[in-house]
Nanobody, 129 residues
């Protein structure tokens, strides 16, 4: 099985919306933490948002400042899928978007991609002016 598979990317005009999906294999999916990251050529991978909790009742989300109020993360544990809803897209949002799961024992750190050990292959999001 492929650990994580992203889908839903594409090209949209500024102000438009996209919903990305990440479907995980049973061994790759983490109820306690899943993240979305993005990367542009020549730049470091940056955190977009994470969804985390105790895996039973409590769930929280965290987002990088540039996407707050526009992006939202949700998850479906039964389907082992995490979503990234992106609204009011801007050209600066253009990037390859990756979903990720942390290494065992690591915290769910939005700005520390090194703690994430399982990554999807990415899906391209292009926002035109």
């Amino acid at each position: 099985q492929v650990p994580l598979v992203e889908s839903g990317g594409g090209s949209v005009q500024a102000g438009g919306s996209l919903r990305l999906s990440c479907t995980a294999s049973a061994y790759a999916y983490k109820k306690t933490c899943m993240g979305w990251f993005r990367q542009t050529p020549g730049n470091k991978r940056e955190g977009v948002g994470v969804i985390y909790g105790d895996g039973v009742k409590e769930t929280w989300t965290d987002y990088t400042d540039s996407v707050k109020g526009r992006f939202s993360i949700s998850q479906d544990n039964a389907k082992k899928t995490v979503y990234l809803q992106m609204n009011s897209l801007k050209p600066d949002d253009t990037a390859i978007y990756y979903c990720a799961a942390p290494k065992d024992g690591e915290l769910c750190l939005l700005h520390n991609p090194e703690v994430f050990g399982t990554w999807g292959q990415g899906t391209q999001v292009t926002v035109t002016s």
